[in-house]
């Protein structure tokens, strides 16, 4: 269920949008923001909201890898692009290093939930492959020796 302050946060934001239809993902990422990923029924609610059959917003919720509705992550979500560039210049690699280093396999969590492993298709940053995504930043270029040091820093 939506708390009062998320649907208020919702109906602020539907001031920015010609259309109540137009703020779904900005109210996705508000939901998402709290919650830390989109449960089914959070996605019924928010159609209700916007005024739109809830299938609208399943389909947006499920395409966009932004989002994690298929279950929840950890404090850290770490998406590693497994496009060809990235694959090419190790990413398969880095995977593995990242699964060792935390003891998870991808689509899994750490113990303490700080840490969720994914791997996404495309994150648009084909010239400093190989790269990963950890919440909102961007991590290009990266080694095992790069991927080590960010991870330590995010452990403390």
Known sequence: MLSDKVKEDIKRV????????????????IIQGVKGHLTD????????????????????????????VAHPVGKHHIQVCAN??????????LVNFIERMLGIKVNGTTPDKKFTLSTVE???????????QINDTY??????????????????
């Open 14 to 29: 539907l001031n920015n949008y010609a259309n109540k239809r137009s703020a779904c993902m900005a109210a996705l990422q």
């Open 41 to 68: 029924e959070d996605m019924r609610e928010l159609a209700q909201l916007l005024e739109v059959n809830n299938v609208q917003i399943q389909e947006v919720g499920a395409f966009y890898s932004m989002y994690n």
């Open 84 to 93: 060809l560039p990235c694959s090419l210049l190790g990413a398969e690699h």
């Open 122 to 132: 495309c994150l648009g940053s084909c010239a400093t492959a190989p790269m990963m």
């Open 139 to 156: 991590y290009e270029n990266l080694t095992e020796e790069k991927v080590r040091d960010i991870l330590n820093s995010l452990k403390k």
